[in-house]
């Protein structure tokens, strides 16, 4: 191509016309700090980790935990409570450990690759929090059915059905995680999307 | 020992700035961007600098983290760009070297590569910066074959740009 082969060409005369930054200029550089993705990615990364945490200890402090042993599921509480923070350790470890493989001295395509797989960590600690959420307040709901009379006397009460209240619960857990879920990808979708298309524009032919 | 190191770097860096001049130039569109993600290039060198073991030439190792910083790091400024946006901080032809008519292809040429996405133009970037597919294979992290194929597609859309 005549037109590139001409650009070349010209490229190197642009030089006489770039700027030229003193030795002072360079140093005063050095000393500021850095805006980059890499730190927002590790930021938004540790307040995701921390929100999670809080949403755990609030519902701790409001007692919630209590009236579920009242119900007689101390058991599945502790279990509930060491399985959640083994799960929050696990993931914690493994995005460490991606993080320190983030290199800027690796090609492009390593780079985007390591910062996608550090946020996929976060992403599936996400996914795997909601999910175990909504599990767990299942069982929780099934046994409420099915081995105490919460739901019972609570339709006596108030002189609803009980699949009705059943059925409220189930839904608006529903909703509640839906709209978490949906709050989640734009979040994601904003923090990578420019990320993701370099890096599939950078891997389109690579078997 | 660190005011050594920082020494050091300095000295290369002013030595080799013409490089990152360059990057900023093909990825900004004005003197702020260009200040900015200069300053960000900076950085990200001076933080990897520790880790610079000299098996590479210091300008290898650079265009390396500086298109990762152009690339992926870099946080681009809100501004719209436009190709309006293209004044006189941009490339600067020098009329008196060239005819009318191969001035006027060099900046719909220069207009044209900032039209590119980012990855087309860390391509033309190497290509221009006279790098082999194999130099740029290497620095970008793909195949030989995928750089050549990729730098074909580059060539053909910017004629596609050219010749609309």
């Given at each position: 191509m005549d037109e590139l082969e001409l650009l070349k060409k010209?490229?190197?005369?642009?030089?006489?016309?770039?700027?030229?930054l003193s030795y002072d200029q360079i140093y005063r550089m050095i000393l500021k700090k850095s805006s980059s993705m890499i730190k927002w990615i590790f930021i938004i990364s540790i307040v995701e980790f921390i929100l999670w945490v809080s949403i755990d200890i609030i519902i701790r402090l409001s007692g919630k935990y209590e009236e579920i042993e009242v119900l007689g599921l101390e058991g599945f509480s502790l279990v509930s409570t060491i399985l959640s923070?083994?799960?929050?350790?696990?993931?914690?470890?493994?995005?460490?450990?991606?993080?320190?493989?983030?290199?800027?001295?690796?090609?492009?395509?390593?780079?985007?690759?390591?910062?996608?797989?550090?946020r996929r960590t976060v992403k599936q600690y996400v996914w795997v929090?909601?999910?175990?959420?909504?599990l767990t307040t299942l069982i929780i709901i099934i046994y409420m059915v099915f081995y105490t009379d919460v739901y019972t006397q609570q339709s006596t009460d108030e002189h609803i059905p009980i699949y009705l209240i059943i059925t409220t619960s189930v839904i608006v857990l529903a909703i509640f995680i839906g709209l978490l879920a949906l709050l989640y990808r734009v979040i994601?979708?904003?923090?990578?999307?420019?990320?993701?298309?370099?890096y599939k524009e950078l891997q389109k032919l690579e078997v | 020992m660190n005011k050594e190191l920082e020494h050091s770097f300095v000295t290369n860096l002013e030595q080799n700035q013409n490089i990152v001049h360059k990057v900023c130039r093909i990825y900004t569109n004005d003197a702020e961007s260009h200040n900015d993600l200069f300053q960000e290039i900076?950085?990200?060198l001076w933080k990897a600098y520790p880790?610079?073991?000299g098996d590479s030439k210091f300008s290898t190792w650079?265009?390396?983290?500086?298109?990762?910083?152009?690339?992926?790091?870099?946080?681009?400024?809100k501004r719209s760009i436009k190709t309006t946006d293209f004044d006189s901080l941009d490339f600067k032809i020098k009329t008196e070297e060239y005819d009318d008519e191969v001035e006027q292809q060099l900046k719909l040429m220069y207009t044209a590569v900032k039209q590119l996405n980012d990855i087309e133009k860390a391509l033309v970037f190497l290509y221009l910066e006279d790098k082999s597919y194999k130099e740029i294979a290497e620095t970008m992290g793909i195949s030989e074959v995928n750089a050549r194929?990729?730098?074909?597609?580059v060539k053909t859309k910017l004629k596609k740009i050219l010749n609309p």
């Open positions: 010209d490229w190197k005369k642009q030089e006489e016309g770039l700027p030229k923070y083994s799960i929050l350790l696990y993931f914690i470890v493994r995005f460490y450990q991606n993080y320190r493989n983030i290199q800027t001295t690796d090609s492009p395509a390593v780079l985007m690759k390591n910062i996608l797989n550090t929090n909601i999910s175990f959420l909504a994601y979708g904003i923090l990578t999307r420019r990320l993701k298309k370099n | 900076t950085i990200q880790k610079f073991r650079m265009y390396r983290v500086s298109l990762n910083t152009a690339i992926t790091l870099y946080r681009k400024s194929v990729k730098m074909n597609r």
